[in-house]
């Protein structure tokens, strides 16, 4: 008898089994086309992957919290997931004192005791003057001029120093930006309509979106690229854009983050919250996270992890791109190559060196999907 192997024919091949990659995929079969989903991790989800530990999800790749102002991703994530109303609420430690963030009426209470909004006001009104600053220049200014010294000095220059490697006079004024301050006595880091935590995990969430799609995992494209190039029509590519076009131009830059995980056995509670921040320059780490609570977990037992920001060597995971001149030039250089590839889509926080959050890489999808 003659056995015929036939060749696995696909419309989409997609490189990345993250948000973007698994939004992709779902949209996809949704129209109709045929894919496959290849990661070269051992699991699905990308930075998103939750594991279960003595019942507890641990967020693997660092704390993700979805939220989100636009209708249309929350309906999507819904589809997939029951999200429960867990709202992010961080406490900073500085050597021992506990402070709320963002900052608001209760963080003014607790650095000076003051009770009103019109307090407040005033007394960040008063060392805004005091400081001299009329423009600011980088985060330092731009941080005092927002919330006064105190709060500069005992929430903010440290922390950032630490988790960015470098001065907060070298840093740019945008990254202090994203932090609201409110005159309210409102623990919510975020102001977007809808955030939660998917119940039971983002891996879960994840799978539920690849049903019915082909995947295969530990498969590294670079290791058969003429092959996975020959078995689709198209390709998505989710991963490091400079790895595609072989670094011709050089590496991109990334900072990147150390997880310490650690099971406590026995310990019901650790710290009370989900996240606590470490602002002091003495505490080598940047924060621990108890993963129970983002699920308001009741188990006995406990997982933390300590996060320690690093710069990032070839080899590290790529986590936080660096849009500083020399890396954003950089990148510029390899997007203009990425127009000579018709075959391939290039898309997710990787593959378009963005610091994109969850909810912003699955609109980015959704728009994508739109176009095909
Ligand atoms: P990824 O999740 O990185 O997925 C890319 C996938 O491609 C990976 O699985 C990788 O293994 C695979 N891949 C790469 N190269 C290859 C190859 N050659 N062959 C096969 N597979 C390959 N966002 C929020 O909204 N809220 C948060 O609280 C939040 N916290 C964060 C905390 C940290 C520490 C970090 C780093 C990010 C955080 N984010 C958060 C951002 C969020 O993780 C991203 O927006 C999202 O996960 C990006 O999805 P993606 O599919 O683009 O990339
Ligand atoms: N930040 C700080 N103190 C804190 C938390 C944040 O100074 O306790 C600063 C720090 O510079 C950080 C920026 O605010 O890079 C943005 O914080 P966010 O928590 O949004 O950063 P993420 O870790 O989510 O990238």
Same mark, same amino acid.
């Given at each position: 008898m003659r056995t015929i192997t036939l060749k696995n024919n696909f419309?989409?091949?997609?490189?990345?089994?993250?948000?973007?990659?698994?939004t992709m995929a779902y949209l996809l079969l949704k129209k109709g086309y045929k894919s496959l989903v290849i990661d070269k991790r051992s699991h699905v989800g990308g930075n998103v992957y939750t594991e279960s530990?003595?019942?507890?999800?641990?967020?693997?790749?660092?704390a993700h919290i979805f939220h989100t102002d636009d209708k249309r991703v929350w309906n999507f994530v819904n589809a997939f997931a029951e999200f429960n109303r867990y709202t992010n609420s961080p406490v900073?430690?500085?050597?021992?004192r506990l402070y709320n963030l963002p900052f608001n009426m209760n963080t003014f209470y607790q650095m000076w005791g003051v009770t009103t909004p019109e307090q407040a006001a005033e007394?960040?009104?008063?060392?805004?003057?005091?400081?001299?600053?009329?423009?600011?220049?980088?985060?330092? =200014?731009?941080?005092? *001029?927002?919330?006064? #010294?105190? $709060? /500069?000095?005992?929430?903010?220059?440290?922390?950032?120093?630490?988790?960015?490697?470098?001065k907060a006079t070298e840093l740019p004024a945008f990254i202090i930006k994203r932090l609201p301050v409110r005159f309210t006595f409102d623990n919510n880091y975020f102001n977007d309509t809808y955030q939660g935590i998917p119940i039971g995990g983002y891996t879960?969430?994840?799978?539920?979106?690849?049903?019915?799609?082909?995947?295969?995992?530990?498969?590294?494209?670079?290791?058969?690229? =003429?092959?996975?190039? *020959?078995?689709?029509? #198209?390709i $998505? /590519?989710?991963g490091e854009i400079d790895r595609y076009f072989d670094y011709c131009y050089g590496h991109l830059e990334y900072r990147t983050v150390s997880f310490e995980t650690e099971l406590l056995e026995g310990v019901p509670n650790f710290q009370g919250n989900a996240v606590v921040n470490y602002t002091d320059v003495d505490t080598p780490y940047t924060r621990i996270i108890e993963h129970k609570h983002f699920e308001f977990g009741q188990q006995p037992d406990t997982v933390i992890s300590r996060e320690y920001s690093k710069e990032w060597r070839p080899g590290d995971e790529p986590y936080y791109p660096v849009n500083d001149k020399r890396n954003?030039?950089?990148?510029?250089?390899?997007?203009?190559?990425?127009?000579?590839?018709?075959?391939?889509?290039?898309?997710?926080?990787?593959?378009?060196?963005?610091?994109?959050?969850?909810?912003?890489?699955?609109?980015?999808?959704?728009?994508?999907?739109?176009?095909?």
């Open positions: 419309d989409f091949l997609i490189i990345g089994s993250g948000l973007f990659g698994s530990v003595n019942g507890i999800n641990v967020h693997k790749y660092g900073a430690n500085y050597k021992g007394k960040i009104e008063r060392q805004r003057k005091e400081s001299g600053i009329i423009s600011p220049k980088n985060l330092e =200014e731009q941080a005092i *001029s927002l919330i006064g #010294k105190d $709060i /500069y000095y005992t929430l903010i220059k440290d922390y950032t120093e630490k988790q960015w490697g470098r879960k969430m994840v799978e539920k979106m690849l049903e019915g799609i082909e995947v295969r995992l530990n498969t590294d494209y670079f290791e058969n690229r =003429e092959y996975f190039d *020959s078995i689709a029509d #198209k $998505i /590519y989710t954003s030039e950089l990148y510029a250089r390899y997007k203009a190559l990425t127009n000579g590839q018709e075959k391939v889509i290039f898309g997710g926080r990787l593959a378009e060196y963005k610091y994109y959050d969850m909810h912003q890489v699955i609109e980015q999808a959704l728009i994508m999907a739109d176009s095909l």
